[in-house]
C-alpha cells in the first residue's frame, strides 16, 4: 500500500490480447502487475465466435475461450486480474494513481495502455443481431469464411477499399457500398478498385438492414443477404451477401488519456517504436496506438513489448 491506495510496479489498463499478454509478460519479469479489464476483459475477440489465425491453435478458437486463457495464465504468474473500469489517470506525479469506477484506487510505478479500439459500427439493430454472424468488422479476420460467396463492404475510405480488395482473393463478387457520389479512397486504390473485376461499387447506396435467412446450425441464424437503397432516387435493391462488412472506422478508447498524454488527430496514443509514450514510466500497446494492423496477435507482440520496456524501466530507477 502506498499513500493508502494498492500499489503495485505495473498497471496494466486493458485486458484485450494487449494488456494480457503485458501482463504475462511483466508477472513472469518478477513485477507486481495488476491488470485492469474494464467493461469488457477480453476486449474485441469477444465479438466472434471463432479465430482461425491467432498461431498456436491448428483449430479455430472461440475469441471468449482464447482471452480466458491468456487472463488465466496471467494469473498463474502472479498478475492480479480485475475487471475493474479505470475512470480517470493522475500520470503526472509519482507513483501514478488509477481510480477506478467502483471507488477503488491503484498506484502503480509504471502504467501500460492498452484499452484498444472499437470498430464504428452504423447501429441499425439487424447489424448487431448478425454481428459475428456474417456481419464483421475486420476482412483480414473473417474474409476466408466467404469463398466464392458474394459480400459486401459498407464505406468509402481507405480502409474500406483496402477491405473490398482484400476480399476479392476470396469473395466471387465484392459490392462496395458508398453514401456519397465519390470514394474518400486514395486514387491509388481507387484505380485497383475500378480494374478489379469483381468489384461493383454502389455509390450513394447505403445498408439499410442485414437479412436473415440461413438456419446457421448450432450458432443460431446467421445473415444471408442485405437491402440497400440509393439515397438519391430510393431504389432498394436486395444484395444476396452472406458477408457483411463494416469499414467506416475505428475509435480508439482513449478518453481517459485525453490532456494526459499526447494523442495523434484521430485520438491514437503516440508512442516510440518501443512502446514508450512521451511520459516516461508510461507505455501503450495494441489496437490504441496502432491504426494499421489491428490483429490479436500483433496486439500480443506489441503487449510483450511494453512489459519488456516496463521491466527495464524500472530495472534503470532502481539502479537511479
Ligand atoms: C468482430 C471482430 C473480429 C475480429 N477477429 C479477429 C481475428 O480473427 N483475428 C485477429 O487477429 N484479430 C481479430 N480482430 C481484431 C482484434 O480483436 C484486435 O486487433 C485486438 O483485440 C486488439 O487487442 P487490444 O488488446 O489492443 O485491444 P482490445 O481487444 O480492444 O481490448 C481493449 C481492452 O481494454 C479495456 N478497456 C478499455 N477502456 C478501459 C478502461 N478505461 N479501464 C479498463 N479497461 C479498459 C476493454 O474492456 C478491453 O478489455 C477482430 C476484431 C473484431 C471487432
Same mark, same amino acid.
Given at each position: 500500500?502506498? #499513500? $493508502? #491506495?494498492?500499489?503495485?510496479?505495473?498497471?496494466?489498463?486493458?485486458?484485450? /490480447?494487449?494488456?494480457?499478454?503485458?501482463?504475462?509478460?511483466?508477472?513472469?519479469? $518478477?513485477?507486481?502487475?495488476?491488470?485492469?479489464?474494464?467493461?469488457? %476483459?477480453?476486449?474485441?475477440?469477444? =465479438?466472434?465466435?471463432?479465430?482461425? !489465425?491467432? /498461431?498456436?491453435?491448428?483449430? /479455430?478458437?472461440?475469441?471468449?475461450?482464447?482471452?480466458?486463457?491468456?487472463?488465466?495464465?496471467?494469473?498463474?504468474?502472479?498478475?492480479?486480474?480485475?475487471?475493474?473500469?479505470? @475512470?480517470?489517470?493522475?500520470?503526472?506525479?509519482?507513483?501514478?494513481?488509477?481510480?477506478?469506477?467502483?471507488?477503488?484506487?491503484?498506484?502503480?510505478?509504471?502504467?501500460?495502455?492498452?484499452?484498444?479500439?472499437?470498430?464504428?459500427?452504423?447501429?441499425? %439493430?439487424?447489424?448487431?443481431?448478425?454481428?459475428?454472424?456474417?456481419?464483421?468488422?475486420?476482412?483480414?479476420?473473417?474474409?476466408?469464411?466467404?469463398?466464392?460467396?458474394?459480400?459486401?463492404?459498407?464505406?468509402?475510405?481507405?480502409?474500406?477499399?483496402?477491405?473490398?480488395?482484400?476480399?476479392?482473393?476470396?469473395?466471387?463478387?465484392?459490392? =462496395?457500398?458508398?453514401?456519397?457520389?465519390?470514394?474518400?479512397? #486514395?486514387?491509388?486504390?481507387?484505380?485497383?478498385?475500378?480494374? !478489379?473485376?469483381?468489384?461493383?461499387?454502389?455509390?450513394?447506396?447505403? =445498408?439499410?438492414?442485414?437479412?436473415?435467412?440461413?438456419?446457421?446450425?448450432?450458432?443460431?441464424?446467421? @445473415?444471408?443477404?442485405?437491402?440497400?437503397? !440509393?439515397?438519391?432516387? $430510393?431504389?432498394?435493391?436486395?444484395? #444476396?451477401? /452472406?458477408?457483411?462488412?463494416?469499414?467506416?472506422?475505428?475509435?480508439?478508447?482513449?478518453?481517459?488519456?485525453?490532456?494526459?498524454?499526447?494523442?495523434? +488527430?484521430?485520438?491514437?496514443?503516440?508512442?516510440?517504436?518501443?512502446?514508450?509514450?512521451?511520459?516516461?514510466?508510461?507505455?501503450? @500497446?495494441? +489496437?490504441?496506438? +496502432?491504426?494499421?494492423?489491428?490483429?490479436?496477435?500483433?496486439?500480443?507482440?506489441?503487449?510483450?513489448?511494453?512489459?519488456?520496456?516496463? =521491466?527495464?524501466?524500472?530495472?534503470?530507477?532502481?539502479?537511479?
Amino acid at each position: 500500500m502506498k #499513500n $493508502g #491506495n494498492e500499489h503495485y510496479q505495473i498497471a496494466v489498463i486493458g485486458a484485450g /490480447p494487449a494488456g494480457a499478454t503485458a501482463a504475462v509478460y511483466a508477472a513472469r519479469g $518478477g513485477a507486481s502487475v495488476v491488470l485492469l479489464g474494464g467493461a469488457s %476483459p477480453g476486449g474485441q475477440l469477444l =465479438l466472434t465466435t471463432e479465430i482461425e !489465425n491467432f /498461431p498456436g491453435f491448428p483449430e /479455430p478458437v472461440a475469441g471468449a475461450d482464447l482471452m480466458q486463457n491468456m487472463h488465466r495464465q496471467a494469473a498463474r504468474l502472479g498478475a492480479a486480474v480485475l475487471g475493474e473500469e479505470v @475512470a480517470s489517470v493522475d500520470l503526472s506525479r509519482r507513483p501514478f494513481v488509477l481510480s477506478t469506477a467502483g471507488g477503488r484506487s491503484f498506484t502503480a510505478s509504471c502504467v501500460i495502455a492498452a484499452t484498444g479500439a472499437k470498430a464504428r459500427w452504423l447501429g441499425i %439493430p439487424s447489424e448487431a443481431r448478425y454481428t459475428g454472424k456474417g456481419v464483421s468488422g475486420c476482412a483480414t479476420c473473417d474474409g476466408f469464411f466467404y469463398r466464392g460467396k458474394e459480400v459486401c463492404v459498407i464505406g468509402g475510405g481507405d480502409s474500406a477499399a483496402e477491405e473490398a480488395l482484400f476480399l476479392t482473393k476470396f469473395a466471387s463478387r465484392v459490392y =462496395l457500398i458508398h453514401r456519397r457520389e465519390k470514394l474518400r479512397a #486514395n486514387f491509388r486504390l481507387q484505380k485497383k478498385l475500378e480494374d !478489379n473485376a469483381k468489384v461493383e461499387i454502389l455509390y450513394e447506396h447505403v =445498408l439499410d438492414e442485414v437479412l436473415g435467412g440461413d438456419a446457421g446450425g448450432a450458432q443460431g441464424e446467421r @445473415a444471408a443477404a442485405v437491402s440497400v437503397r !440509393n439515397v438519391r432516387t $430510393g431504389e432498394v435493391r436486395k444484395l #444476396n451477401t /452472406p458477408g457483411i462488412f463494416i469499414a467506416v472506422g475505428h475509435e480508439p478508447a482513449t478518453a481517459i488519456f485525453k490532456g494526459k498524454l499526447p494523442l495523434d +488527430d484521430s485520438g491514437y496514443i503516440v508512442a516510440d517504436g518501443r512502446a514508450r509514450t512521451s511520459v516516461p514510466g508510461v507505455f501503450a @500497446a495494441g +489496437d490504441v496506438t +496502432d491504426r494499421y494492423y489491428k490483429q490479436a496477435v500483433v496486439a500480443a507482440g506489441a503487449g510483450c513489448k511494453a512489459a519488456m520496456e516496463a =521491466l527495464e524501466y524500472l530495472e534503470e530507477a532502481e539502479k537511479a
